[in-house]
C-alpha cells in the first residue's frame, strides 16, 4: 500500500473520519427512532408581563410527533365564568419533529382575571 | 514542485491544499448555505433520506476523486481517505458557517440541527473536493491514475465528471420555489423549446465553442458521435435534476406530469453544469 500522508493530514483524517461516522450513528439511531406519527403540538404559556401595548404572555409549542408541521396557527383565549373575555393568535413557519418554537402573545386586559387556555387550531404538513 | 514519486507532503503543502478545499467549498456552496428552502429541508427531510443523500454525495466524491481529484495517481486506499476527509471537513465547513448565519443554535434539537448541517454539507463536501483539486497549480507532477492524460477520456470519467458538474449547479437552484411555478406555469410547448435548446446548448458548449482543454478533454469526433454525446449529457442533467428534486422533497405528492416538467426545467441548469462545468472542474 502506498498511502503518502504527513502526521498533519492523518490527524485531519482521524477526526474527519470520527465526525463522519459520528454522524450516520446519529442519523441510523434518529431512523430506528423516528415513527410514522403526525405531528403533536403541546401548547404551553408562561407568565404574563407588563408591556406598553398591554400583557405579554409568552407561548411554546412543542412537536412531540414524527412529521415537522408547517404553519401553526395557535389561538390563546382567556375565559371567566365559562364565557370568552379576549382572544389572541400567533402563527408558527415551522416546529420540527421533536423540536420547540417560541412565540408570545399580547392580550389587552390583564390575563390573571381569567383562565387562560392555549391550543394549535390547525397546521400543514410538507 | 519537482515531481518526486511516492514523495510525503510537507504540512505547509497540506495547509495549502485544504485552504483551496474550503475556498473550493464555500464557493459552490454558498448560494445553497444562503436558502431558506435548504434550511428547511434539514428539519422536514427524514433520517433515512438524509442517509441515501450522503451516500450519494459519497460515491461521487469517490467518483471525482478518482477521476480528477487531488491526486490523480493515487490509489483507491487514498481516494477513499480523501473522500472522508472532505466529508468531514465539509460538515465542519457547514456547521461553522451555519452557525455564523444563525441558522442553528441552542434551543434546536439535534436532530433538527444534525439535517441542516449534513444537507449543506454534502455540496459544502463536493466543492471542497473540486476546489482541491482544480484551484491549485497547474502541473503538480502527478501522474493520472490511468496513466497518459492526453488519451481520449474515458467513458466512465467523462459520465462521472458531467455528473458531479450537473449536480454543483443544479443542486443550487433545485430547493427554491421557482421551480415548480415555472413547471406549472409555462405552457407545454414552450417547456419543449426549453428542452430542445438545453440540449442544444450542452452540444454547443461541448463541441463548438473552443472553450480552453475543451478540445483535449473532449476528442474530436464525427457527426455521429457528437449527436450520442450530447444524448448522453442531457440524459445525465434529466437524471441528476430528478434524483436532486426528489431529494429536496418537490416531487411529494405531485402528479407524474407536473414531476416530468420541473425535471425539464431543472435540466436546463444541469446540462450547463453538466457541459461547461464539466470543461471547468476537470483537468
Known amino acids: 500500500m502506498n498511502v503518502r500522508k504527513n502526521p498533519l493530514e492523518w490527524t485531519v483524517f482521524a477526526a474527519a473520519l470520527a465526525i463522519v461516522a459520528g454522524c450516520v450513528a446519529m442519523l441510523v439511531s434518529m431512523m430506528l427512532r423516528t415513527g410514522d406519527a403526525p405531528p403533536e403540538l403541546v401548547v404551553t404559556v408562561g407568565r404574563a408581563e407588563r408591556v406598553s401595548s398591554g400583557y405579554r404572555v409568552p407561548v411554546q409549542v412543542r412537536n412531540d410527533g414524527d412529521e415537522t408541521a408547517e404553519q401553526v396557527r395557535v389561538d390563546v383565549t382567556l375565559e371567566s365564568a365559562g364565557e370568552e373575555q379576549e382572544r389572541a393568535e400567533l402563527t408558527l413557519a415551522f416546529i420540527p419533529r421533536r423540536s420547540q418554537r417560541h412565540g408570545f402573545v399580547v392580550f389587552g386586559r390583564d390575563p390573571q382575571c381569567c383562565e387562560i387556555t392555549a391550543r394549535a387550531v390547525g397546521f400543514e404538513t410538507p | ?283
Open chain 2, 1 to 283: 514542485m519537482p515531481g518526486v514519486e511516492a514523495r510525503v507532503p510537507t504540512p505547509a503543502d497540506s495547509l495549502r491544499e485544504y485552504g483551496r478545499g474550503l475556498a473550493g467549498g464555500l464557493l459552490f456552496s454558498l448560494p445553497l448555505l444562503y436558502t431558506m428552502e435548504v434550511w428547511w429541508e434539514g428539519f422536514i427531510a427524514r433520517p433515512e433520506r438524509i442517509l441515501g443523500y450522503l451516500g450519494c454525495v459519497f460515491l461521487l466524491l469517490l467518483g471525482y476523486n478518482r477521476y480528477s481529484g487531488i491526486r490523480r495517481d493515487a490509489s483507491w486506499v487514498e481516494v477513499v481517505i480523501d473522500s472522508v476527509e472532505e466529508l468531514g471537513l465539509g460538515i465542519v465547513t457547514a456547521a461553522g458557517t451555519l452557525f455564523l448565519l444563525g441558522r442553528i443554535g441552542p434551543g434546536q434539537s439535534s436532530g433538527e440541527v444534525l439535517g441542516q448541517i449534513l444537507i449543506e454539507a454534502g455540496i459544502v463536501a463536493i466543492g471542497f473536493s473540486v476546489g482541491t483539486a482544480q484551484l491549485g497549480t497547474q502541473d503538480d507532477g502527478d501522474e493520472g491514475f490511468t496513466g497518459d492524460d492526453d488519451e481520449r477520456p474515458s467513458f466512465g470519467k467523462e459520465i462521472v465528471i458531467a455528473t458531479c458538474g450537473a449536480v454543483l449547479f443544479a443542486a443550487n437552484i433545485a430547493p427554491t420555489e421557482e421551480i415548480v411555478v415555472i413547471a406549472i406555469e409555462t405552457p407545454p410547448g414552450r417547456l419543449l423549446g426549453l428542452a430542445v435548446v438545453s440540449a442544444l446548448v450542452g452540444m454547443l458548449i461541448l463541441y463548438f465553442s473552443n472553450f480552453i482543454q475543451a478540445g483535449r478533454l473532449v476528442a474530436p469526433q464525427s457527426g455521429v458521435q457528437i449527436a450520442a454525446g450530447t444524448v448522453v449529457t442531457y440524459a445525465i442533467a434529466l437524471v441528476v435534476s430528478a434524483a436532486i428534486l426528489w431529494f429536496f422533497g418537490r416531487f411529494d405528492g405531485l402528479a407524474a406530469g407536473v414531476r416530468i416538467r420541473q425535471i425539464i426545467v431543472l435540466g436546463f441548469p444541469a446540462v450547463l453544469g453538466a457541459s461547461a462545468g464539466r470543461l471547468l472542474i476537470q483537468r
